[in-house]
T-cell receptor, first 116, second 116 residues
């Protein structure tokens, strides 16, 4: 069964510094998608970044980048030059590419605090 | 463009009562999903609609939960009778592409349900 594990319930970072959020997952599939979603307080959850498992190159979106290690089943999120607006809950998610591809599997989330 | 809206944002009820949550997806989105996050745990899939049809309801906890999507527009999730363990945040999400493995999910802000 697919599972997603986020081992850091809460993290803090100083404004302008860099922080890395960890995520590991378990699957027997070879093709899948990985995501990081962000949920600011009382607001909608939005997609931060997405990685296709068949791509070796790590995805990057402005200050957000991932370190995708397929063999280790690891998918960490790096936030560079942290801003106050980055404070949120971050959820790592896995989605199969073939069977049951309409079902996302999420981790338990990491609450990120950004200190001014 | 209006996003996914959920109502109410918060609901506090007593054990044994009935609660109905509503989700309005983005107009034109055939796919509608319900997810739930119990305090501190991972976000779990409940069910998936394609238009008005239930495509996958494998995540529904038990028969106290009833989801509908009459007419393929908005959806309701009714819990009757509510139990303490039903407390959590209920998320709704929608997407446009049917069967596309690169589809993007749009989430609502969630309904925080507290059963006392």
């Amino acid at each position: 069964a697919q599972t997603v594990t986020q081992s850091q319930p809460e993290m803090s970072v100083q404004e302008a510094e860099t922080v890395t959020l960890s995520c590991t997952y378990d699957t027997s599939e070879s093709d899948y998608y990985l995501f990081w979603y962000k949920q600011p307080p009382s607001r909608q959850m939005i997609l931060v970044i997405r990685q296709e498992a068949y791509k070796q190159q790590n995805a990057t979106e402005n200050r957000f980048s991932v370190n995708f290690q397929k063999a280790a089943k690891s998918f960490s999120l790096k936030i560079s030059d942290s801003q106050l607006g980055d404070a949120a809950m971050y959820f790592c998610a896995y989605r199969p590419a073939k069977y049951n591809f309409n079902k996302f599997y999420f981790g338990s989330g990491t609450k990120l605090n950004v200190k001014p | 463009e209006a996003g996914v809206t959920q109502f109410p944002s918060h609901s506090v009820i007593e054990k044994g009562q009935t609660v109905t949550l509503r989700c309005d997806p983005i107009s034109g989105h055939d796919n509608l999903y319900w997810y739930r996050r119990v305090m501190g745990k991972e976000i779990k899939f409940l069910l998936h609609f394609v238009k008005e049809s239930k495509q996958d309801e494998s995540g529904m906890p038990n028969n106290r939960f009833l989801a509908e999507r009459t007419g393929g527009t908005y959806s309701t999730l009714k819990v009757q009778p509510a139990e303490l363990e039903d407390s959590g945040v209920y998320f709704c999400a929608s997407s446009q592409d049917r069967g596309a493995t690169n589809e993007k999910l749009f989430f609502g802000s969630g309904t925080q349900l507290s059963v006392l």
